[in-house]
């Protein structure tokens, strides 16, 4: 329980892995719960450049996500940092949300602010949050992630070799929008979805929903999954959080295929719309549905020009060269 505050042991170990490998750049990723900004005080001390990745809201929101505990979008602590224990974020429970809402009084955004050389934001969705919630422009830099280059195939699957087949592939949890999801599918006509994936949802909506046109699958491994997204018509992201910079988007457009996205987080500014995708209203069964049929009417899908794009845009290499940008500029 005390490690997110920095306990001495984490402290003395940070510090003796310095010493012993002596780095040139420290690069952050999801720190808080085991390790906290502890080490990122620790590198900038020693005059270290601190690189860090931000994955999720924490340094805004103690709940990360941005939600409240009814599942509704909220950024009160961005202004109301207390609001966090009020609205009992944090799995509904008072305790957690305290240990949430101290450890963002022990971690300040200014604090952490002058630690950091530059924070690195896998979407323009993340940059923006940041920056309204007190971070320097010139502190954050976007960068999307990247999908590795044995995920792009050797050949695009064309529009007639194509299933009708919708794809969901995520976890099935309430703020995925799984439950939108499936009951937009259930009341559309000649549409069928694959639901990849497990979460605490599953035996719930699986119970409810599973029929020959809805079908679970559970957790796949990549080859069968590239199998399923490769050859369908196109993939279903639901969100109803701030989505970031959703990794299987990103490899759905590797594999050439189209997303029907919903309109939040960092979702919609991966969208061309009619040319790698269309949106949809968050949490909206009835737009989910419009969109279900506006994807599946579309019949002239450029898929190996989709592919072509994520390369250029989502390539490791890309990503390479601009991270050595950002790491020489320091």
């Known amino acids: 329980m005390a490690r997110p505050f920095g306990v001495p042991e984490v402290k003395r170990k940070w510090n003796r892995l ?16 085991q390790l906290s900004p502890v080490i990122a005080v620790e590198a900038s001390r020693r005059k270290i450049p601190v690189f860090w990745t931000l994955h999720d809201y924490k340094l805004a929101c103690p709940a990360y996500t941005f939600r409240d505990s009814q599942g509704s979008v909220c950024e009160e602590c961005v202004d109301s940092p207390r609001s966090v224990i009020r609205k009992r974020c944090i799995k509904g429970s008072f305790p957690a949300s305290l240990l949430g809402y101290l450890e963002g009084r022990r971690w300040p955004l200014n604090t952490i602010c002058k630690t950091v050389t530059s924070f690195i934001a896998p979407s323009q969705f993340m940059k923006c949050k940041m920056e309204q919630a007190g971070v320097p422009s010139g502190k954050v830099t976007h960068l999307y992630n990247f999908v590795d280059d044995g995920k792009f195939p050797a050949s695009v699957v064309g529009a007639d070799a194509r299933r009708s087949e919708t794809v969901y592939v995520g976890r099935l949890s309430p703020e995925k929008g799984c439950s939108t999801l499936c009951e937009a599918f259930a009341k559309t006509a000649k549409a069928s979805l694959c639901i990849i994936g497990d979460g605490p949802l599953r035996g719930e909506l699986e119970a409810r929903y599973a029929s020959d046109r809805i079908r679970f699958t559970g957790h796949l491994p990549w080859g069968r999954i590239k199998e399923i997204l490769g050859t369908s018509a196109f993939l279903v992201i639901p969100s109803e959080w701030y989505e970031n910079n959703p990794l299987t988007m990103i490899e759905s457009f590797a594999l050439g295929t189209p997303v029907l996205g919903a309109a939040i987080g960092g979702i919609p500014e991966l969208i061309q719309d009619g040319k790698n995708g269309m949106s949809f209203q968050s949490g909206d069964v009835d737009s989910l549905c419009a969109g279900i049929l506006a994807m599946q009417s579309k019949r002239d899908w450029d898929h190996a020009k989709i592919s072509r794009n994520a390369a250029t845009k989502f390539s490791a290499t890309h990503f390479y060269h601009e991270l050595m940008r950002l790491y020489s500029a320091a």
Do not use: T
């Open 18 to 33: 310095l010493d012993d490998f002596r780095p040139a750049i420290v690069h952050l990723h999801n720190i808080h719960s």
